[in-house]
């Protein structure tokens, strides 16, 4: 598995267009998200290649790709990696999809719950004008 370059992820989705869905692995590891697959352009048959993050998927076109989107726009991740981001059968996963680069990031729980905690937390820090070291304005 390749690894993602955290900075090149990170400037790539902070100034771009993303599209979202979220969809239950199955019984044989697919993953299917039409809408957020359509967004991409991607179609039927576009081989894509993988790197990981921090236990997310990042799914590419590649030539040669050893992944494929099926006729049902699903796309079947193996084992490993469906283990490395901690999806199984009938898990939720979270996909994220970025036109602009086109790449697909598939997600499991535990990070949208932290996304969504953090941005929660930045929300009342602001409203509440606490700073850095807990401290308030005053």
């Not at 979202?20 to 957020?36: E, T, W």
């Not at 079947?76 to 901690?86: E, G, N, T, W």
């Not at 820090?125 to 005053?138: P, V």
């Amino acid at each position: 598995m390749r690894k993602v370059d955290l900075g090149d992820l990170y400037s790539r989705i902070n100034s771009a267009a993303i599209s979202f869905g979220a969809c239950l692995v199955d019984d044989r590891g697919r993953i299917a998200g039409r809408h957020v697959l359509r967004s991409l352009d991607w179609s039927a048959d576009t081989g894509l290649g993988s790197s990981v993050g921090a236990n997310y998927v990042v799914l590419k076109p590649v030539p040669d790709g050893r992944l494929a989107i099926d006729s049902q726009f699903r796309i079947r991740l193996p084992a490993s990696l469906l283990h490395y981001c901690d999806l199984s059968n009938g898990s939720l996963a979270f996909l994220v999809g970025i036109p602009e680069h086109n790449m697909l990031i598939v997600h499991p729980p535990v990070n949208v719950e932290e996304m969504v905690r953090e941005f929660h937390e930045g929300q009342l820090k602001r409203t509440l004008g606490i700073q850095a070291g807990g401290s308030s304005r005053g």
